[in-house]
């Protein structure tokens, strides 16, 4: 049976009281120590962990975000696709909030997240307004568009820079951890390119595959306006005339 705590929380979360979920929780951590709320968040729904989530990031911290364990985090976050927020702004900050809390290990929760079913797609919402950036960092494993970069390096293809994101000795960091430190997209990047590399791998594909997937959209919509515009025969017929 679920503690009653966990029973309070899912009641408030059903009436929209994220507020009060969120207090009852902390509650816990009150009266039995925060061991008693990390146990039993394992038996709290993953949707109603999420909607506690959403309503806390670094500017308004929790103790759930403070408390959950990588496992518990990953089953909640792949369940943001489920608001339709085109934006991905909470997404943004419930992954900063919680990957780079004080004390926590941001490899640890990427693993979590990368090895979950739509994980990688989770990671590639979080990126999808720095793609060119993800791209730029994917090719000369530096941010800054102007930098000088590897002569050779320029020379592989893509496919070789993929093979090589695994092999340590030839991906190796342009940039060091303490350049990339702020706790935002582009230590998220670096993390995941320099730790685990498979993640990086699929994330960037899967934006790869997006962007193609919008382009194809975007010639449809201008064959179609182009067709639109264009005269008709018979409109032709009638100017000739």
């Known amino acids: 049976m679920s503690h009653p705590v966990l029973v309070k929380a899912e009641k ?45 990031d670094a500017s308004r911290e929790s103790v759930v975000n403070l408390l959950v364990s990588p496992e518990q985090f990953a089953r909640a976050i792949v369940l943001e696709r489920r608001y339709g927020d085109l934006s991905h702004e909470r997404l943004h900050g419930m992954i900063n909030s919680v990957v780079f809390r004080a004390g926590g290990d941001p490899v640890e929760f990427l693993e979590a997240i990368g090895e979950i079913e739509g994980g990688s797609e989770t990671l590639a919402d979080y990126f999808c307004e720095r793609v060119e950036a993800i791209e730029h960092f994917f090719r000369t494993a530096s941010f800054d568009f102007f930098a000088d970069t590897d002569e050779a390096a320029d020379e592989l293809t893509d496919e070789e820079r993929l093979d090589l994101l695994s092999d340590s000795d030839a991906n190796r960091p342009f940039l060091n951890h303490s350049e990339v430190n702020d706790h935002d997209w582009m230590e998220l990047a670096w993390t995941l390119r320099y730790q685990h590399p498979e993640i990086f791998r699929e994330v960037l594909l899967i934006l790869r595959a997006r962007a193609k997937s919008e382009e194809g959209r975007s010639a449809v919509v201008e064959q179609q306006s182009a067709a639109e515009q264009r005269p008709s025969a018979g409109q032709q017929e009638e100017s000739a005339l």
Not at 16 to 41: H, P, Q, R
């Open 12 to 56: 408030l979360i059903r009436v929209g009281d994220i507020v009060g979920a969120e207090a009852a929780l902390v509650s816990l951590v009150d009266s039995e120590g925060d061991d008693a709320l990390v146990v039993a968040l394992d038996d709290f729904p993953a949707k109603d962990l999420l909607a506690v989530l959403r309503d806390f």
